[in-house]
């Protein structure tokens, strides 16, 4: 527990993997940290970030736990798992449209009973928009006698962010045992918390593993920005001992694909090559995306070969079931389907 603040136990140690035909085929050692086995609501890396969000909630009392996404949002389907875990009532907010493409996870949600808003994009900033949606929701649940805990989304804040400081203090002690040197970890970048809460958990605590995040969507101005403030955040909060400029972060933004839960061959051909490889399945949207990434990055040499990569699994499998993506699948999928009548 970094810093004495109070984190439940959502998680424990998760496997790394080594993935062995990949590895052959790609001429690089490639292992996989599993933190998509983590057990609540289909798993995922938001359970770390959750474990301490969710301590902080209850300890203020709260009943109920708001969080906002696009309707995709995994992070918000963990919110509800671990909401429905401990019985807070809870509710995601999301700017998208229904019925649409939106969601696999919604049906998960609504599963696990958590409430689910949907608001239509107006066309003005987004941040704004999210802004109006939880103070509007959080004066009707309040109204309600509800307690609300307010979540960002991604869980990306610096207390959130502590569940990955941890995943890099755990990581770093798997890799010397499994005698992985400075071998370079690789995650999908989306709200940043990730990435922030590895790259300070790695860096403070002197790891000699080396950090490279993927970016799913295009890293614009806003992004360069909150990496560089978020970090500040970070090193404020915790009273970090190591110092940071926009350099340091490693952040690939080439692999973006035109934008956040697009469709793309390019990943769809990387879920099913890992998946016929080493039967693991990624996400069209995350994790589906980093690799991909990865596998340009193995082709254009800047991933050496031989080189040693931990490539962290955040989970989201369940997105492989959202309509635009499951139909993407079936067109180039099914024709393998024998029909006998
Ligand atoms: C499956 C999956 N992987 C990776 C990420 C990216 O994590 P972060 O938002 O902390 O950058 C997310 C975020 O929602 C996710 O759901």
């Known amino acids: 527990m970094p810093f ?59 009943t109920m736990l708001l969080t906002v996404g696009g309707a995709q949002t995994n992070h918000g389907r963990l919110t509800a798992a671990v909401a429905a875990k401990y019985g807070l009532k809870c509710c995601i907010a999301a700017i998208d449209e229904y019925p649409g493409e939106v969601s696999a996870n919604i049906l998960l949600d609504r599963i696990m009973g958590c409430d689910v808003v949907l608001k239509s994009d107006d066309g003005r900033d987004e941040n704004l928009q999210f802004d109006e949606l939880v103070a509007q929701l959080t004066a009707e649940y309040e109204e309600k006698g509800e307690k609300v805990y307010y979540i960002p989304m991604g869980g990306s804040n610096a207390l959130g962010a502590l569940g990955y400081y941890d995943c890099a203090v755990e990581l770093t002690e798997q890799a010397a045992e499994m005698r992985l040197g400075d071998a370079r970890v690789i995650d999908a970048v989306g709200s940043m918390g990730t990435f922030m809460g590895l790259y300070c958990g790695l860096k403070n605590e002197g790891s000699p593993l080396r950090l490279t995040g993927i970016a799913i969507s295009p890293f614009g101005e806003y992004k360069e920005k909150r990496i560089v403030n978020y970090f500040a955040e970070m090193k404020a909060q915790f009273g970090l001992d190591i110092d940071a400029v926009r350099e340091d972060f490693d952040i690939v933004k080439d692999y973006t694909r035109g934008g956040y839960n697009n469709l793309s061959r390019e990943v769809r051909d990387a879920v099913c090559y890992v998946a016929q490889k080493e039967a693991v399945l990624l996400d069209p949207c995350y994790t589906g995306k ?11 040499g800047k991933i050496a070969k031989g080189e040693k990569v931990i490539f962290l699994h955040t989970g989201g499998f369940p997105g492989l079931y959202t309509r635009h993506h499951r139909e993407a699948f079936e067109a180039e999928l099914l024709d393998g389907v024998r029909i006998i009548k």
């Open 4 to 62: 004495g603040i109070k984190k439940l136990s959502l998680v424990g140690k998760t496997p790394v993997e080594y993935m062995p035909t990949l590895s052959r085929e790609l001429g690089i050692q490639l292992y996989f940290k599993r933190d998509d086995l983590t057990s609540w609501g289909a798993g995922g890396n938001k359970l770390r970030k959750l474990e301490y969000l969710v301590a902080e909630a209850l300890q203020q009392g709260a």
């Open 290 to 300: 980093a690799f991909a990434g990865l596998l340009e990055m193995v082709r254009e």
